[in-house]
Protein backbone atom coordinates (compact mmCIF):
# COMPACT_ATOMS: atom_id res chain seq x y z
CA UNK A 1 0.00 0.00 0.00
CA UNK A 2 1.15 3.33 -0.67
CA UNK A 3 1.61 5.85 1.93
CA UNK A 4 0.65 9.67 1.27
CA UNK A 5 2.21 11.98 3.73
CA UNK A 6 1.18 15.51 4.07
CA UNK A 7 2.82 18.49 5.88
CA UNK A 8 2.36 20.82 7.50
CA UNK A 9 -0.43 18.83 9.61
CA UNK A 10 -1.86 22.47 9.57
CA UNK A 11 -1.06 25.79 8.64
CA UNK A 12 -2.04 29.04 9.87
CA UNK A 13 -1.82 32.02 7.26
CA UNK A 14 -3.58 35.60 6.61
CA UNK A 15 -6.23 36.61 3.99
CA UNK A 16 -4.07 37.50 1.16
CA UNK A 17 -1.14 35.37 1.71
CA UNK A 18 0.25 32.84 -0.27
CA UNK A 19 -0.44 28.90 1.25
CA UNK A 20 2.43 25.65 -0.25
CA UNK A 21 0.88 22.39 1.15
CA UNK A 22 2.92 19.56 0.25
CA UNK A 23 2.44 15.25 -0.60
CA UNK A 24 4.80 12.97 -0.53
CA UNK A 25 4.29 9.25 -2.11
CA UNK A 26 5.94 6.30 -0.43
CA UNK A 27 6.82 5.00 -3.75
CA UNK A 28 6.40 6.73 -7.60
CA UNK A 29 2.56 7.62 -8.14
CA UNK A 30 4.11 9.67 -11.52
CA UNK A 31 1.28 12.32 -11.91
CA UNK A 32 -1.66 10.32 -10.44
CA UNK A 33 -2.38 12.19 -7.72
CA UNK A 34 -5.73 14.36 -7.07
CA UNK A 35 -6.07 17.04 -4.34
CA UNK A 36 -9.07 17.95 -2.67
CA UNK A 37 -10.59 20.46 -0.03
CA UNK A 38 -13.20 19.62 2.23
CA UNK A 39 -15.04 22.14 4.44
CA UNK A 40 -17.06 21.50 7.81
CA UNK A 41 -20.46 19.52 6.85
CA UNK A 42 -19.62 19.13 2.92
CA UNK A 43 -18.42 16.68 1.38
CA UNK A 44 -14.53 17.00 -0.46
CA UNK A 45 -14.52 18.75 -3.49
CA UNK A 46 -11.72 17.94 -6.36
CA UNK A 47 -9.64 20.85 -6.95
CA UNK A 48 -6.59 19.15 -9.29
CA UNK A 49 -6.54 15.62 -10.70
CA UNK A 50 -2.92 14.73 -12.73
CA UNK A 51 -0.97 16.67 -9.94
CA UNK A 52 -1.37 19.73 -12.11
CA UNK A 53 -4.50 19.96 -13.43
CA UNK A 54 -7.74 22.42 -12.18
CA UNK A 55 -11.02 20.59 -12.11
CA UNK A 56 -13.50 22.61 -13.53
CA UNK A 57 -14.57 25.70 -12.14
CA UNK A 58 -12.07 25.91 -9.55
CA UNK A 59 -10.14 29.04 -9.17
CA UNK A 60 -6.79 29.70 -11.33
CA UNK A 61 -5.28 30.54 -7.55
CA UNK A 62 -5.27 26.84 -6.70
CA UNK A 63 -2.07 25.63 -8.89
CA UNK A 64 -1.00 22.25 -8.55
CA UNK A 65 2.87 21.02 -9.16
CA UNK A 66 5.45 17.74 -8.93
CA UNK A 67 5.68 14.18 -10.13
CA UNK A 68 7.35 10.75 -8.99
CA UNK A 69 7.20 11.23 -5.10
CA UNK A 70 6.79 14.61 -4.28
CA UNK A 71 3.45 17.21 -4.90
CA UNK A 72 2.81 20.66 -3.84
CA UNK A 73 -0.28 22.22 -3.62
CA UNK A 74 -0.17 26.50 -3.92
CA UNK A 75 -3.16 28.43 -3.38
CA UNK A 76 -2.23 32.32 -4.00
CA UNK A 77 -3.96 35.28 -2.55
CA UNK A 78 -6.08 33.37 0.11
CA UNK A 79 -10.14 34.40 0.61
CA UNK A 80 -11.79 33.47 3.49
CA UNK A 81 -13.79 30.49 1.66
CA UNK A 82 -10.15 28.72 1.58
CA UNK A 83 -9.80 28.20 4.45
CA UNK A 84 -10.68 24.19 5.36
CA UNK A 85 -8.86 20.56 5.10
CA UNK A 86 -6.92 19.74 1.92
CA UNK A 87 -6.49 16.15 1.13
CA UNK A 88 -4.35 14.72 -1.31
CA UNK A 89 -5.05 11.21 -2.75
CA UNK A 90 -2.86 8.38 -5.24
CA UNK A 91 -4.90 6.63 -7.70
CA UNK A 92 -1.76 5.12 -9.31
CA UNK A 93 -2.30 1.48 -7.43
CA UNK A 94 -4.73 0.02 -5.51
CA UNK A 95 -5.75 0.54 -3.07
CA UNK A 96 -6.18 4.19 -3.68
CA UNK A 97 -4.68 6.55 -0.53
CA UNK A 98 -5.24 9.82 1.21
CA UNK A 99 -3.08 11.92 3.00
CA UNK A 100 -4.02 12.17 6.38
CA UNK A 101 -5.04 16.08 5.17
CA UNK A 102 -3.53 19.78 5.99
CA UNK A 103 -5.58 22.04 7.88
CA UNK A 104 -5.89 25.35 6.52
CA UNK A 105 -6.51 28.07 9.24
CA UNK A 106 -6.53 31.86 9.45
CA UNK B 1 -26.18 17.46 -14.78
CA UNK B 2 -24.04 14.90 -12.35
CA UNK B 3 -25.45 13.83 -9.41
CA UNK B 4 -24.88 11.17 -7.05
CA UNK B 5 -27.75 11.15 -4.27
CA UNK B 6 -26.67 8.70 -1.07
CA UNK B 7 -29.75 7.43 1.41
CA UNK B 8 -30.31 8.67 4.60
CA UNK B 9 -28.93 8.57 8.08
CA UNK B 10 -28.91 5.82 9.74
CA UNK B 11 -28.94 4.50 13.69
CA UNK B 12 -28.41 0.50 14.12
CA UNK B 13 -27.37 -1.30 17.25
CA UNK B 14 -24.05 -3.46 16.56
CA UNK B 15 -24.48 -6.48 15.20
CA UNK B 16 -27.25 -5.66 12.88
CA UNK B 17 -27.17 -5.44 9.04
CA UNK B 18 -27.09 -2.04 6.71
CA UNK B 19 -27.29 -1.88 3.39
CA UNK B 20 -26.33 1.80 2.18
CA UNK B 21 -27.02 3.32 -1.46
CA UNK B 22 -26.13 6.04 -4.14
CA UNK B 23 -28.13 6.26 -6.96
CA UNK B 24 -26.42 8.32 -9.69
CA UNK B 25 -27.96 9.70 -12.60
CA UNK B 26 -26.71 12.32 -15.61
CA UNK B 27 -23.77 10.44 -16.72
CA UNK B 28 -22.78 6.81 -18.54
CA UNK B 29 -23.10 4.51 -15.44
CA UNK B 30 -20.64 1.91 -16.56
CA UNK B 31 -18.04 3.59 -17.39
CA UNK B 32 -16.77 4.84 -14.31
CA UNK B 33 -15.73 3.11 -11.14
CA UNK B 34 -17.84 3.68 -7.94
CA UNK B 35 -15.99 4.40 -4.93
CA UNK B 36 -16.83 4.47 -1.22
CA UNK B 37 -15.26 6.84 1.14
CA UNK B 38 -15.36 6.60 5.48
CA UNK B 39 -14.71 9.39 8.06
CA UNK B 40 -14.82 8.88 10.98
CA UNK B 41 -16.07 11.82 13.37
CA UNK B 42 -13.30 14.35 13.08
CA UNK B 43 -10.71 12.35 11.28
CA UNK B 44 -9.22 11.89 7.54
CA UNK B 45 -10.58 10.23 4.39
CA UNK B 46 -9.93 6.95 4.09
CA UNK B 47 -11.02 5.19 1.06
CA UNK B 48 -13.05 1.60 1.40
CA UNK B 49 -13.11 0.44 -1.95
CA UNK B 50 -14.33 0.40 -5.75
CA UNK B 51 -16.14 -1.66 -8.26
CA UNK B 52 -16.51 -1.52 -11.83
CA UNK B 53 -20.05 -1.32 -13.10
CA UNK B 54 -18.46 -2.79 -16.62
CA UNK B 55 -17.26 -5.99 -15.13
CA UNK B 56 -18.40 -6.05 -11.47
CA UNK B 57 -14.40 -6.18 -10.42
CA UNK B 58 -14.45 -5.31 -7.15
CA UNK B 59 -11.09 -4.13 -5.18
CA UNK B 60 -10.72 -3.67 -1.34
CA UNK B 61 -8.89 -1.42 0.98
CA UNK B 62 -7.12 -4.61 2.77
CA UNK B 63 -8.84 -2.05 6.48
CA UNK B 64 -12.28 -2.78 4.86
CA UNK B 65 -11.79 -6.61 3.09
CA UNK B 66 -14.22 -9.04 4.47
CA UNK B 67 -16.23 -6.44 6.65
CA UNK B 68 -18.13 -4.61 4.03
CA UNK B 69 -19.40 -5.32 0.42
CA UNK B 70 -19.55 -2.84 -2.57
CA UNK B 71 -21.82 -3.66 -4.63
CA UNK B 72 -23.92 -2.19 -7.85
CA UNK B 73 -27.33 -2.28 -9.46
CA UNK B 74 -26.61 -1.36 -13.07
CA UNK B 75 -30.21 -1.35 -14.10
CA UNK B 76 -30.61 1.37 -12.08
CA UNK B 77 -27.30 3.48 -12.09
CA UNK B 78 -27.38 2.28 -8.03
CA UNK B 79 -24.08 1.32 -5.88
CA UNK B 80 -24.47 -0.08 -2.52
CA UNK B 81 -22.32 -0.71 0.58
CA UNK B 82 -23.36 -3.38 2.37
CA UNK B 83 -22.49 -4.94 6.37
CA UNK B 84 -23.56 -7.57 7.42
CA UNK B 85 -22.59 -7.75 11.22
CA UNK B 86 -22.06 -4.01 12.21
CA UNK B 87 -19.57 -2.62 15.10
CA UNK B 88 -19.29 1.00 17.29
CA UNK B 89 -15.99 1.28 15.55
CA UNK B 90 -18.11 1.54 11.92
CA UNK B 91 -19.55 5.08 13.28
CA UNK B 92 -18.92 6.82 10.40
CA UNK B 93 -19.76 9.14 7.59
CA UNK B 94 -19.56 6.93 4.21
CA UNK B 95 -19.35 8.82 1.00
CA UNK B 96 -19.90 7.25 -2.68
CA UNK B 97 -17.27 8.74 -5.26
CA UNK B 98 -17.06 8.28 -8.54
CA UNK B 99 -14.05 7.69 -10.92
CA UNK B 100 -10.16 6.96 -10.23
CA UNK B 101 -9.62 10.67 -8.98
CA UNK B 102 -13.36 11.58 -7.67
CA UNK B 103 -14.84 14.41 -9.74
CA UNK B 104 -18.04 13.75 -8.06
CA UNK B 105 -18.86 12.66 -4.28
CA UNK B 106 -22.82 12.21 -2.72
CA UNK B 107 -23.45 13.83 -0.34
CA UNK B 108 -22.53 11.64 2.12
CA UNK B 109 -24.30 9.17 4.60
CA UNK B 110 -23.98 9.31 8.59
CA UNK B 111 -24.16 5.73 10.03
CA UNK B 112 -24.48 5.27 13.67
CA UNK B 113 -23.90 2.29 15.49
CA UNK B 114 -24.89 2.34 19.44
CA UNK B 115 -26.58 0.12 21.88
Same mark, same amino acid.
Given at each position: EIVMTQSPGTLSVSPGERA #?????????IYNNLAWYQQKPGQAPRLLIAGA? #??? #?????????SGSGTDFTLSISSLQSADFAVYYCQQYNDWPSTFGQGTKLEL | EVQLVQS &? =??? +? +????? /?KISCRTSGYSFRNYQMNWVRQMPGKGLEWM??? @?? /?? /?? *??YSPSFQGHVTISVDETIA *? &?? /? !? $?TS? +? =???? =????? @??? %?? %??? $? &? !? &? =?LVTVSS
Open positions: #TLSCRASQTS #TRA #TNISARFSG | &G =AEV +K +KPGES /LGTI @SP /LD /LE *TI *T &GY /L !Q $WL +K =ASDT =AIYYC @SRG %FY %FDY $W &G !Q &G =A
